[in-house]
């Protein structure tokens, strides 16, 4: 069988993995992608219309924009990506890795970076007994447009970060929000819970969803049950979000047999060049600690950088410690060039 093998094998298609697979193919090395998701980006997709600031040299932009401008750079020196694979199980045989995917295939590597953040994020679905909502059109678990909300009636449910900062996102776009939370307090950041108490957000507590009502697959009526009172309301609606936190799988670690040593949270205990307790193996992002950890994306930029290092030392002992800066790399100047006419720079 003729096996492809590759450099580096990148698991998660994420900010960690995207600056991964960009600064190998900068270092000129075979790379490949393996994401779970139908598309890169990582977590980011979970707050596309967020506005982040802590990038450095980038002006503050949306998450989408963000993820966009993050994807663009991954792809710069083509990459093999592979998105809907999940990787379940790594192996060594001999001088390669073997990374076993949910289709089955088996990706072969001379090293790998792991790069899953916190782990692989599903968010709990609603269960509604006796009703499918995998085909419900208006129902929602993430917020990937705030313009698509103008002017309907929206049910959010749900009591944490997430569902206090949609509601209060969509507040001034909406005709009428409602947030219903099964407690009696709100669980979010003190300032957003006050901004969204002080709003026009209806907020109906200590009740659930108990049923919908559903018509050629969009919801048009929520029945919500009051758990102190046992009483039921009934609720027209355009458009049910739901938020009801997310299943973190870390099952990749399950097996174990190459013996990772990871902290109490499931996080792979690291060095600070991003090594982990297997030669060849790397991580970045938030799945790996160390003592100069920094939880932020731009922290998980430099993570992949140093992972990409070792693994090019890994392969070659006598590379470079780091590759040359983007300013003066060679594999960058007809790039460069290009990207000067279109500023009108060069003539």
């Known amino acids: 069988m003729n096996k492809e093998i590759y ?46 600031w802590d990038i450095g040299g980038l002006k503050p932009a949306t998450g989408k924009e963000v993820m966009d401008n993050m994807i663009f750079q991954a792809l710069t020196f083509n990459p093999t990506v592979i998105c809907n694979e999940k990787a379940e199980k790594i192996d060594k045989n001999g001088d390669l890795f073997e990374v076993v995917g949910s289709s089955g295939e088996t990706h072969y590597s001379k090293t790998i970076i792991i790069a899953v953040g916190s782990g692989i994020l599903q968010p709990h679905e609603l269960e509604i007994k006796g009703l499918e909502t995998e085909n419900i059109h208006n129902l929602f678990y993430t917020v990937p447009s705030l313009e698509q909300f103008m002017n309907k009636t929206i049910l959010i449910s749900g009591g944490g970060n997430a569902a206090i900062d949609w509601a209060n996102e969509l507040e001034p776009i909406a005709e009428k929000i409602y947030l219903v939370y099964r407690n009696k307090d709100l669980k979010g950041h003190e300032a957003q819970v006050e901004k ?21 697959n969009y919801i048009k009526e929520v029945l919500l049950k009051n758990s102190a009172k046992e009483s039921l309301t009934k ?14 799988d870390r099952s990749l670690f399950d097996q174990n047999k190459l013996n990772f040593d990871l902290d109490e949270y499931g996080a792979v205990n690291g060095s600070n ?35 990409v290092n070792q693994a090019k030392k890994f392969i070659d002992p006598n590379a470079k410690e780091k590759a040359m800066v983007s300013s003066h790399n060679e594999r960058l100047f007809e790039k460069n060039k290009d990207l000067l006419k279109e500023k009108k720079i060069l003539g």
């Open 273 to 307: 060049l991003s090594e982990t307790s297997v030669p060849g193996i790397y991580a970045a992002g938030d799945i790996i600690t160390h003592s100069g950890k920094l939880h932020l994306i731009a922290g998980a930029f430099q993570d992949a950088a140093l992972a």
């Open 7 to 52: 450099d580096v094998t990148i698991i998660g298609g994420g900010p960690a993995g995207l600056f991964s697979a960009f600064y190998s193919g900068l270092r000129n090395m075979k790379t490949k992608i393996l994401e779970y998701q139908r598309t890169l980006g990582g977590k980011i997709h979970v707050y596309p219309q967020k506005m982040i």
């Open 196 to 216: 969204l108490l002080s709003s026009s957000v209806e907020c109906i507590f200590e009740s659930q969803i108990e049923n919908l009502h559903v018509e050629n």
């Open 235 to 248: 609720l027209n609606v355009d458009a049910l979000i739901v938020n009801h936190g997310y299943i973190r």
